[in-house]
């Protein structure tokens, strides 16, 4: 070995000598990046491999979360945010009022609209592709990004449309890219317990395929820390990985920290901090076709956050604004962030702070406006 990795575990010297040599690590080498009592060697090498890709760059993006509505079919385990119709904190946007949150908040423009919602058993799909149409009208400048796979396949149905069909439609309404979540575990087992009515693992990576294929960049999620082992979390991640290499589609990966709190799963403890900054270092290695790793400040804490940028992630999401999802299910991180304090968050962990659209290009700002290099 000539790099200056040390540790004292023996199993992970043969997975430096891969990581250095830009060679591939396996399910095996996986596992055992999970359960090595060495995670500072875990980071060292992930953040080799972090800033040879980045050097000190931090992404992050002046974005705002629009949740249209809490009403949700599905009774997941894991989820505190949906509601059943007529029970109380139920809700759903009329699209003025979806358009009217898209322009209030804060008066920095932003540069994207994240929007996710529940399953709703009534509202049709021209509902949600009025919503993307009135929102690129209104904000032509805006990237939107909207829709889990799961949504998609949910709307398809209601649609009696293909998957294809589905996403066709929403792109030609104006969706710029889809988010990456609901695909929690793709293990069989795991989505038994915590997710059994949302769509398996395999539809999930077929509707991101399909996606990819129309032109559709999307994000990829992982919700850990309730019921999975560690050989569930390498599945995910080598199935991620796979498609990555058939499509090239994937733009950020984004590891999920479980919030128990007001959920099914309330029993279970919640994530530590090592096991954050563990799981960010392992995808960092593993999904090597993965242009970027994002430790989701919201979720995390801005201190663990901070950590992971010195454990292979690249990218802190942005600023938010009304972030519902998580907050209904016990995260206590602000629900939103100014541009300037993200920048001091990404400075004080030592990186240098670089705002980016969604597609990864540089934002230049000026008073009032804000300009994409492309």
């Known amino acids: 070995m000539t790099h200056a990795f040390q540790t004292d575990d023996a199993r992970l010297l043969p997975i430096a000598d891969k990581v250095m040599a830009r060679e591939r690590l396996s399910f095996d080498d996986a596992v055992t990046l999970y359960q090595t009592g060495d995670i500072l060697a875990v980071g060292w090498l992930a953040n080799s491999v972090r800033e040879r890709l980045h050097g000190d760059l931090a992404y992050f993006n002046v974005n705002r979360h629009i949740n249209p509505t809490n009403v949700c079919v599905a009774a997941c385990r894991l989820c505190a945010f949906g509601r059943k119709k007529d029970t109380d904190g139920a809700y759903t946007m009329a699209l ?90 793709f293990a069989d087992r795991v989505r038994h317990i915590i997710c059994d009515h949302k769509i398996d693992g395999d539809d999930w990576i077929n509707t991101a395929r399909t996606a990819h294929q129309i032109g559709l960049k999307s994000n990829a999620t992982m919700l850990y ?12 991640l080598m199935r991620l990985r796979d498609l990555q290499d058939e499509t090239g589609g994937f733009q950020t990966f984004i590891p999920l920290a479980f919030h128990p709190d007001n959920t099914a799963l309330s029993h279970l403890p919640k994530t530590t901090g090592m096991l954050d900054i563990r799981q960010i270092a392992v995808s960092r290695l593993v999904l090597d076709n993965f242009p970027h790793i ?68 540089p934002v230049v700002r000026t008073e009032t406006s804000f300009t994409v290099v492309v």
Not at 107 to 116: D, G, M, N, Q, R
Not at 225 to 236: F, P, Q
Not at 312 to 333: C, F, N, P
């Open 96 to 185: 003025e009022e979806a358009w009217h949150t898209a322009a209030s908040g804060y008066t920095e423009a932003v540069t994207e609209f994240h929007i996710v919602g529940g399953l709703h058993p009534d509202l049709p799909f021209e509902y949600f592709l009025d919503l993307v149409r009135g929102l690129k009208q209104r904000f032509p400048q805006v990237h939107i990004k909207a829709f889990t796979m799961v949504e998609v396949s949910f709307l398809a149905k209601r649609a009696k449309l293909s998957i294809r069909e589905t996403l066709q439609k929403m792109k030609d309404a104006g969706v710029d890219s889809l988010p990456g979540g609901g695909a929690e575990i």
């Open 225 to 236: 820390g309730h019921v999975e082992y560690d050989e569930d979390r390498v599945d995910h």
């Open 294 to 361: 994002k430790a989701y400040w919201q979720m995390l804490s801005e201190k663990i956050a901070q950590i992971a940028l010195r454990f292979g992630a690249d990218d802190l999401d942005g600023t938010v604004i009304e972030e519902k999802i998580y907050h209904d299910a016990g995260a206590t991180t602000p629900q939103g962030m100014r541009r300037a304090d993200l920048e001091r968050l990404i400075r004080a962990a030592g990186r240098v702070p670089f705002e980016r659209d969604t597609l990864y290009r």
